[in-house]
């Protein structure tokens, strides 16, 4: 594990950005997310040239640092360590967790797991998070297999003392049960991204999260 422990990050409401969902854009997607009390953001792009996303990372790496906030790349170290953010959020069939961990040592590394040997590994190989993905039925994730469910977020707990992150068709009716089963974090694209007030909608977000917890 890196330097930058998993465990000491605050984590409730895990933000990610989304170009085609965005009612404005990621930048002020953001700023919103973190005046709804987001401490972790993750920027994820899939539209935009490298050049594109080294000038809005440069951008928002100077945002989160001012707030107090970790900033994470979506698939790219070259990227975080490009523009100095805090860490990386990688996929299975993204580049492997090993060599991630050997050219970005004290960086915060994520992975997403789909299986209880994902998350083994991804232990055993230096991961300092790892997200539970999906939980529910998304459109924002439709190729990545199966939803886990619950149950999925359970059996994750058990196998892992590393921060666990829910994912995927995340909203705020399923929220407290999510939290419940034993997620110490949850995204919800769709839901926040998505509506005409960010602050707002990650304000419900972590309200719900911070309760749920308190009754755990």
């Not at 939803?147 to 994912?167: M, N, Q, S």
Request: a negative charge; aromatic letters at 6%; one cysteine or more.
């Amino acid at each position: 594990m890196s330097n930058n422990s998993g465990n000491e990050i605050d984590w409730n409401f895990y933000f990610i950005t989304d170009s085609n969902l965005t009612k404005q854009d990621c930048l002020k997607d953001v700023d919103d997310a973190i005046r709804g009390g987001a401490r972790v953001i993750q920027y994820r792009e899939k539209n935009r040239s490298k050049t594109e996303m080294l000038a809005e990372a440069r951008i928002l790496v100077n945002t989160c640092k001012k707030a107090g906030v970790h900033l994470l790349i979506n698939n790219s170290v070259e990227i975080a360590l490009d523009v100095d953010a805090h860490g990386v959020h990688l996929g299975q069939l993204d580049m492997p967790l090993e060599e991630a961990r050997r050219i970005f040592p004290n960086g915060i590394i994520g992975i997403s797991c789909s299986s209880l040997a994902d998350v083994s590994e991804a232990e055993a190989k230096g991961a300092d998070y790892i997200a539970v993905s999906p939980v529910f039925f998304t459109t924002t994730k439709a190729d990545i297999g199966q939803p886990l469910g619950l149950a999925g977020i359970t059996e994750f707990r058990k196998a892992t003392d590393l921060p666990v992150i829910a994912i995927g068709g995340i909203d705020l009716e399923n929220l407290e049960s999510v939290v419940k089963a034993g997620a110490d974090s949850v995204c919800a694209i769709s839901a926040t991204v998505a509506t005409e007030n960010v602050a707002a909608s990650v304000r419900d977000f972590e309200v719900i999260i911070k309760k749920a917890k308190a009754h755990k």
